[in-house]
């Protein structure tokens, strides 16, 4: 396991929260990255969509305009 620095106040909010919910520290250090990935994922994906879209609208702009000159 390595261990990675983080700040005091992440530190001390992340012992609260893990005393609250009754795990460890590590637990909710992992499943915090974990949702923090899946949501950057997410994003990612969605911004492939939204290229994907804007370059067919571009092939389809591009087309058009070619089939009226």
Known sequence: METIAIPKNLKKTV???ARNFG???????????I??????KKNTDLKD??????????AD???FERSIA
Do not use: P, Q
Request: charge should be negative.
């Open 15 to 17: 012992r609260g929260v």
């Open 23 to 33: 795990v460890t520290e590590n637990d909710v250090m992992t499943n915090a990255v």
């Open 35 to 40: 949702f923090y990935l899946a949501a950057v």
């Open 49 to 58: 969509d939204l290229r994907m879209w804007d370059d067919a609208s571009i």
């Open 61 to 63: 702009l591009t087309a």
